[in-house]
């Protein structure tokens, strides 16, 4: 079964961190790029991060120097460091794949307070 497993969200005040997990299986290459997209309430899914196959990174301008994306091929996992959060970091967070079949994990809530 091809499956993204999203994990890591919670609630957490501004200024703090989190760390996002998305853990891949089934016909879900490790070398296949993957990335974070998020949705906040009354919005539309938007991109956060992305990884290559290469480990090569980009960001959306609103995360970039706070939020870091890392790979683990060994575990087929990929991670979402986030840092100094902000209450419009609010939204649940989900991991796809990039490259090959797309594929959408089921979310994870992050919630910042002010």
């Known amino acids: 079964q091809v499956q993204l497993v999203e994990s890591g969200g919670g609630l957490v005040q501004a200024g703090g961190s989190l760390r996002l997990s998305c853990a891949a299986s089934?016909?879900?290459?490790?070398?296949?790029?993957k990335g974070w997209y998020r949705q906040a309430p009354g919005k539309q899914r938007e991109f956060v991060a992305k990884?290559?196959?290469?480990?090569?990174?980009n960001y959306a301008d609103s995360v970039k120097g706070r939020f870091t994306i890392s790979r683990d091929n060994a575990k087929n996992t990929v991670y979402l460091q986030m840092n100094s959060l902000k209450p419009e970091d609010t939204a649940v967070y989900y991991c796809?794949?990039?490259?090959?079949?797309?594929?959408w994990g089921q979310g994870t809530q992050v919630t910042v307070s002010s």
């Open positions: 796809r794949t990039m490259s090959g079949n797309l594929y």
């Open positions: 089934g016909s879900i290459l490790s070398i296949n790029a």
């Open positions: 990884i290559s196959s290469g480990g090569s990174t």
